[in-house]
Protein backbone atom coordinates (compact mmCIF):
# COMPACT_ATOMS: atom_id res chain seq x y z
CA UNK A 1 0.00 0.00 0.00
CA UNK A 2 1.34 3.59 -1.02
CA UNK A 3 1.15 6.31 0.88
CA UNK A 4 -2.36 6.98 2.85
CA UNK A 5 -4.66 10.09 3.89
CA UNK A 6 -7.68 9.64 6.05
CA UNK A 7 -10.16 12.31 5.17
CA UNK A 8 -13.41 12.67 6.79
CA UNK A 9 -16.09 14.83 7.15
CA UNK A 10 -18.30 14.54 10.25
CA UNK A 11 -20.95 16.44 11.45
CA UNK A 12 -21.48 15.60 15.21
CA UNK A 13 -18.22 14.71 16.21
CA UNK A 14 -18.87 10.44 15.72
CA UNK A 15 -16.90 9.97 12.53
CA UNK A 16 -13.99 12.25 13.88
CA UNK A 17 -13.45 9.42 16.31
CA UNK A 18 -13.62 6.94 13.98
CA UNK A 19 -11.69 8.56 11.20
CA UNK A 20 -8.49 9.23 14.16
CA UNK A 21 -8.85 5.47 15.17
CA UNK A 22 -8.84 4.88 11.30
CA UNK A 23 -5.26 6.97 10.54
CA UNK A 24 -3.41 5.63 13.28
CA UNK A 25 -4.09 2.02 12.47
CA UNK A 26 -3.24 3.07 8.68
CA UNK A 27 -0.51 4.61 9.50
CA UNK A 28 -2.17 7.68 7.60
CA UNK A 29 -2.11 11.53 7.69
CA UNK A 30 -5.61 13.02 8.22
CA UNK A 31 -7.59 15.57 6.55
CA UNK A 32 -10.58 17.11 8.45
CA UNK A 33 -13.36 18.15 5.21
CA UNK A 34 -14.98 21.11 7.06
CA UNK A 35 -18.12 23.08 5.29
CA UNK A 36 -17.84 26.82 5.19
CA UNK A 37 -20.70 27.17 6.98
CA UNK A 38 -20.52 25.06 9.85
CA UNK A 39 -23.64 22.57 10.57
CA UNK A 40 -26.03 23.51 13.81
CA UNK A 41 -28.07 20.84 15.56
CA UNK A 42 -30.80 22.52 13.44
CA UNK A 43 -29.36 22.30 10.67
CA UNK A 44 -28.97 18.04 11.57
CA UNK A 45 -32.65 17.80 12.82
CA UNK A 46 -33.28 15.36 9.75
CA UNK A 47 -36.92 15.43 10.94
CA UNK A 48 -37.43 19.01 9.63
CA UNK A 49 -38.40 19.00 6.02
CA UNK A 50 -36.82 22.30 5.79
CA UNK A 51 -33.74 21.96 7.79
CA UNK A 52 -30.74 22.42 5.77
CA UNK A 53 -29.24 18.94 5.65
CA UNK A 54 -32.45 17.86 4.13
CA UNK A 55 -32.90 20.65 1.67
CA UNK A 56 -29.30 19.85 0.64
CA UNK A 57 -30.13 16.10 0.30
CA UNK A 58 -33.45 16.74 -1.46
CA UNK A 59 -31.16 18.14 -4.09
CA UNK A 60 -28.59 15.85 -5.07
CA UNK A 61 -26.66 18.41 -6.96
CA UNK A 62 -26.34 20.75 -4.14
CA UNK A 63 -22.82 21.05 -3.54
CA UNK A 64 -22.24 22.37 0.32
CA UNK A 65 -18.94 24.86 -0.09
CA UNK A 66 -15.93 23.45 1.62
CA UNK A 67 -13.65 25.64 3.73
CA UNK A 68 -10.35 24.87 2.26
CA UNK A 69 -8.61 23.17 -0.61
CA UNK A 70 -5.76 21.90 1.35
CA UNK A 71 -5.85 18.15 1.34
CA UNK A 72 -2.56 17.58 -1.29
CA UNK A 73 -4.36 14.63 -3.07
CA UNK A 74 -1.51 14.35 -4.89
CA UNK A 75 0.63 13.14 -2.14
CA UNK A 76 -1.43 9.81 -1.81
CA UNK A 77 -1.93 6.73 -3.62
CA UNK A 78 -4.75 5.54 -1.30
CA UNK A 79 -7.22 7.88 0.36
CA UNK A 80 -9.87 6.68 2.91
CA UNK A 81 -12.75 8.85 2.85
CA UNK A 82 -15.48 8.87 5.86
CA UNK A 83 -18.70 10.39 6.63
CA UNK A 84 -22.27 9.39 8.63
CA UNK A 85 -24.71 7.91 6.07
CA UNK A 86 -27.65 10.48 5.39
CA UNK A 87 -30.40 9.18 3.87
CA UNK A 88 -28.65 5.90 2.78
CA UNK A 89 -25.77 7.79 0.85
CA UNK A 90 -22.97 10.13 1.65
CA UNK A 91 -23.37 13.62 2.55
CA UNK A 92 -22.88 15.93 -0.83
CA UNK A 93 -20.31 17.86 0.89
CA UNK A 94 -18.43 14.92 -0.11
CA UNK A 95 -18.94 15.12 -3.30
CA UNK A 96 -17.57 18.56 -3.45
CA UNK A 97 -14.87 17.51 -1.81
CA UNK A 98 -14.19 14.45 -4.48
CA UNK A 99 -15.01 17.20 -6.66
CA UNK A 100 -12.65 19.50 -5.99
CA UNK A 101 -9.44 17.93 -6.60
CA UNK A 102 -7.55 15.03 -9.34
CA UNK A 103 -8.21 11.45 -7.77
CA UNK A 104 -7.16 9.97 -11.19
CA UNK A 105 -5.73 6.85 -10.39
CA UNK A 106 -6.09 6.84 -6.72
CA UNK A 107 -8.03 3.90 -4.72
CA UNK A 108 -10.94 5.86 -2.45
CA UNK A 109 -11.86 3.50 0.46
CA UNK A 110 -15.29 4.63 2.02
CA UNK A 111 -15.89 4.55 5.52
CA UNK A 112 -18.87 5.56 7.19
CA UNK A 113 -21.05 5.78 10.85
CA UNK A 114 -24.39 4.98 10.54
CA UNK A 115 -27.18 5.49 12.83
CA UNK A 116 -28.36 1.52 11.39
CA UNK A 117 -28.36 1.68 7.66
CA UNK A 118 -25.44 0.19 5.56
CA UNK A 119 -23.70 2.34 2.52
CA UNK A 120 -26.65 1.99 0.94
CA UNK A 121 -25.79 3.78 -2.41
CA UNK A 122 -23.02 5.63 -1.42
CA UNK A 123 -19.90 4.15 -3.82
CA UNK A 124 -22.74 5.00 -6.83
CA UNK A 125 -23.66 8.45 -5.34
CA UNK A 126 -20.04 9.15 -5.66
CA UNK A 127 -18.40 7.67 -8.38
CA UNK A 128 -19.09 10.18 -11.02
CA UNK A 129 -17.65 13.45 -8.48
CA UNK A 130 -13.68 11.29 -8.84
CA UNK A 131 -13.24 9.94 -12.62
CA UNK A 132 -10.40 8.03 -12.66
CA UNK A 133 -10.44 6.90 -9.18
CA UNK A 134 -11.12 3.19 -7.71
CA UNK A 135 -13.90 3.81 -5.44
CA UNK A 136 -14.52 1.19 -2.75
CA UNK A 137 -17.13 0.67 -0.06
CA UNK A 138 -14.89 -0.11 3.08
CA UNK A 139 -16.32 -0.31 6.10
CA UNK A 140 -19.56 1.03 8.59
CA UNK A 141 -17.48 2.12 11.84
CA UNK A 142 -19.76 2.00 14.86
CA UNK A 143 -19.73 1.94 18.28
CA UNK A 144 -16.08 1.61 19.61
CA UNK A 145 -13.18 0.66 17.27
CA UNK A 146 -10.20 -0.23 18.38
CA UNK A 147 -6.55 0.61 16.00
CA UNK A 148 -5.92 -3.27 16.32
CA UNK A 149 -9.18 -4.28 14.60
CA UNK A 150 -8.71 -1.61 12.23
CA UNK A 151 -5.24 -2.51 11.44
CA UNK A 152 -6.11 -6.01 10.53
CA UNK A 153 -9.08 -4.74 8.33
CA UNK A 154 -6.43 -2.26 6.36
CA UNK A 155 -3.82 -4.61 6.11
CA UNK A 156 -6.48 -6.58 4.57
CA UNK A 157 -7.74 -4.31 1.77
Not at 46 to 63: C, G, H, L, Q, Y
Amino acid sequence: MGKKLVAYFSASGTTAKAAKTLAEAADADIYEIKPAVPYTKADLNWMDKKARSTVEMNDKSFRPAIADRDAHIENYDIIFVGFPIWWYIAPTIINTFLESYDFSGKTVILFATSGGSGFGQAVAGLQNSAPGAVIREGKILNGRQTVQSLKTWVDSL
